[in-house]
């Protein structure tokens, strides 16, 4: 006979499940197991199982129960097993082997593995032990905060399990099935600081380094937003950790164990491999296993560089481009999927980015509307042209348009310089020094900066470097025209996809048949979602989650302005969570300018029709316009001519963006994830 509380509440016999009855019964059985060969007071029982106030027939009710468990337990054969269920005074005592319920055998089969002195031994163990859960513990208990609790420690002490199993994996070099291990439990936990900074160091020693550093940064917004804290000491030394361990030149691979383990498995290390793929303005290095098509990209930010190497500043014999001692930070996310299009702005970054005849760091920004794909063109760029800056390249999300605070300079060059390989104690504490260390360290290395999500030019200033062979590209939904004026930066727009290349990515995302079944109706998806890859993405999801509708069936359901923005939403990304928090950075003022152009029939208007919807003077209109034709939240076709798109309008018709409800913030809430973002 044995007794299972990791999972649904059971007692079995052989292959037989006995039949324990409703949901209370049961919890008498859990309650009187959790405490097995210690009597149970009747009190505690009643307690447990009534939430609110118990009724007057409780004592009757518990007595009932107890009277049927003890005959299913005797039908089962319990004395047999030594099992017997009895009553002293108002207590119960439920007395057997221990051995025979299965939280006992987890907790004994944990304590024997040793993952860091007896890795090789711990794996087997803690796996027996990690399979005796069938589900969350006690499924099919009353809901009361006594079994929660109770619930609540035992899936600890599962957590706890998993992470030695993970690190237990990892002393023995198996990294990848450390991480593998690792990430289900994490995605379930994803505040539990311990967990993710073993996956952290599982995933950078598989080479992973730009996903480990994004578990840090996500973990840290999920802190900041529903707790109100930041980081702990595990979970940042962690992050320091890999910092300074790729700095030093990288980190353990899954094909290095560590020394003296015993090895269990095999390990592999996946190296990428890199052929010349042709592109605008020649060839262009790619990764051979890089991904076709597609306008925009999930591609996931880090809010700092990793790995770094210590080269110094003079004296080292190291010019630009030479090696140096330790590796190369690579922070880049990973190429964006399905990337269509944009050749001409590809070619306009290249011509920009390694133009070395000026002797200046040159400087691009790459501007557009939420949903239209920057961050996914700067980061298609940064791959194509990685061998062109051997020396690094370095990543941050400067949060500009996010759920909360947009990042401090402090903060990102902190990140830079630990990248770099400067210890933690010598980071200056002020923006200005650490700025002026920071393009120090790069002012005779080849490294590409890319700036993510930046709102504001004074923002962006502190983080660029210095070096002639450095270059910088900056992506944001302002024009940031500060940039242009003072460090000559050269603006790259984008644009919505036309019906071609708009329905092109609907292909790529859905299967080139699926679409031109209907071209008709591929082409008025693409009207409907503006031709925004960002909606374009979520209405593949909403087909791809429907195998049976035909594009016309999901056309016809967005032609209803009242579930447009629902619609194309897809789980944590959407266009109505792009388009909050471009809201959410104006001004009051623009705010409700932009709410009274919303009411305009068509979207089209002038600063004098402009005027009259907001019932204020022309002149102050016009401003407005200004700053938010800046925020790419109008558009200026001509002179005096104004547009606002569909999209905006319904957002901005509804104050609270109720349409969006489907969608949520991606990446601390910039919600412009699917086009690639920002």
Not at 64 to 77: D, I, K, P, Q, Y
Not at 226 to 232: A, F, I, K, T, Y
Not at 304 to 331: F, T, V, Y
Not at 603 to 629: F, K
């Amino acid at each position: 006979m044995e007794f299972s509380l990791l999972g649904p509440i059971a007692v079995t016999t052989g292959s037989e499940e006995l039949s324990l009855g409703p949901a209370k019964r049961r919890s008498v059985l859990a309650l009187l197991l959790l405490q097995p060969n210690t009597t149970v007071p009747l009190e505690q029982l009643i307690d447990s199982l009534w939430e609110d106030e118990p009724p007057e027939h409780a004592r009757t009710v518990v007595q009932g129960h107890v009277s049927r468990l003890r005959a299913t337990l005797a039908e089962g054969g319990a004395q047999t097993y030594g099992i017997e269920l009895t009553t002293h005074g108002s207590a119960y005592l439920l007395r057997l082997p221990e051995e025979l319920i299965d939280a006992h055998r987890f907790g004994e089969l944990v304590t024997l593995a040793r993952p860091e002195a007896a890795p090789a031994d711990a794996v087997p163990l803690l796996r027996e032990a990690l399979g005796l859960w069938r589900g969350p513990a006690l499924t099919g208990t009353v809901t009361s905060p006594p079994f929660a609790a109770a619930a609540h420690a035992l899936e600890e002490r599962r957590l706890t399990a998993v992470e030695a199993l993970g690190r237990a994996h990892g002393t023995l070099g198996e990294h990848e099935q450390a991480a593998a291990i690792l990430y289900s439990a994490a995605v379930n936990h994803p505040l539990r600081e311990g967990l993710i900074a073993e996956l952290m160091r599982a995933l950078f020693r598989t080479g992973r380094q730009s996903d480990a550093l994004e578990w840090f940064h996500r973990t840290r917004r999920l802190l900041n937003e529903e707790l109100g804290v930041d980081p702990g000491e595990r979970l940042r030394a962690a992050y320091e950790e890999i910092l300074r361990a790729e700095a030093a030149g990288g980190g353990r691979t899954a094909a290095q164990p560590a020394a003296g383990a015993h090895r269990t498995g095999n390990d592999s290390q996946g190296a990428s491999a890199f052929h010349v793929k042709h592109g605008p303005g020649g060839p262009l290095p790619a990764q051979s296993t890089g991904t076709a098509g597609g306008s925009d990209a999930k591609g996931t930010s880090a809010d700092s560089a990793d790995g770094a190497r210590d080269g110094s500043r003079s004296g080292s014999g190291s010019g630009p481009g030479s090696g140096r001692a330790g590796a190369a930070p690579r922070l880049l996310p990973r190429a964006p999927a399905r990337f269509l299009g944009r050749e001409a702005q590809l070619g306009y970054l290249t011509e920009v980015l390694t133009d070395r005849t000026t002797g200046e760091s040159p400087l691009a920004v790459v501007a557009g509307p939420a949903g239209v794909g920057k961050t996914a063109c700067a980061v298609q760029w940064a791959h194509l042209y990685s061998s062109a800056f051997p020396d690094g390249q370095l990543f941050a999300d400067l949060r500009g348009f996010g759920e909360g605070d947009e990042a401090p300079p402090a903060e990102i060059l902190r990140d830079f310089l630990l990248a770099l390989g400067t210890p933690a104690e010598r980071v200056p504490g002020s923006a200005q020094a650490a700025s002026a260390l920071f393009r120090s360290l790069v002012a005779e290395r080849r490294l590409l900066v890319v700036l993510d999500n930046a709102r504001s030019s004074a923002q962006v200033r502190p983080l660029l470097p210095g070096g002639a062979h450095c270059a910088t590209v900056v992506t944001s939904r302002s024009r940031l025209d500060g940039l242009v004026a003072t460090d000559w930066a050269r603006p790259v727009g984008l644009q919505a996809l036309g019906h071609e290349e708009g329905a092109a990515l609907l292909g790529a995302m859905l299967g080139p048949q699926r679409v031109a079944e209907d071209p008709a109706a591929a082409r008025e998806l693409v009207d409907l979602c503006e031709g925004l890859p960002l909606a374009l993405r979520a209405a593949a999801a909403q087909l791809t989650a429907r195998p049976r509708w035909r594009l016309a069936r999901l056309a016809a359901a967005l032609r209803d302005e009242r579930r447009r923005l629902a619609l194309l939403s897809a789980e944590d990304t959407g266009m109505a969570a792009a388009l909050r928090m471009s809201v959410a950075r104006l001004s009051a003022d623009d705010a409700r300018l932009l709410r009274a152009l919303a009411t305009s029939a068509d979207g089209h208007l002038n600063a004098s029709v402009a005027a009259a919807l907001a019932g204020q003077d022309q002149e102050r209109t016009q401003d407005g316009l200004d700053r938010l034709a800046e925020m790419h939240l109008v558009d200026e076709e001509a002179t005096d001519v104004y547009t606002i798109s569909t999209l905006t309008q319904l957002f901005a018709r509804d104050e609270r963006g109720e349409g969006g409800k489907g969608g949520a913030e991606d990446r601390g809430g910039s919600g412009d994830e699917g086009d690639g973002r920002r």
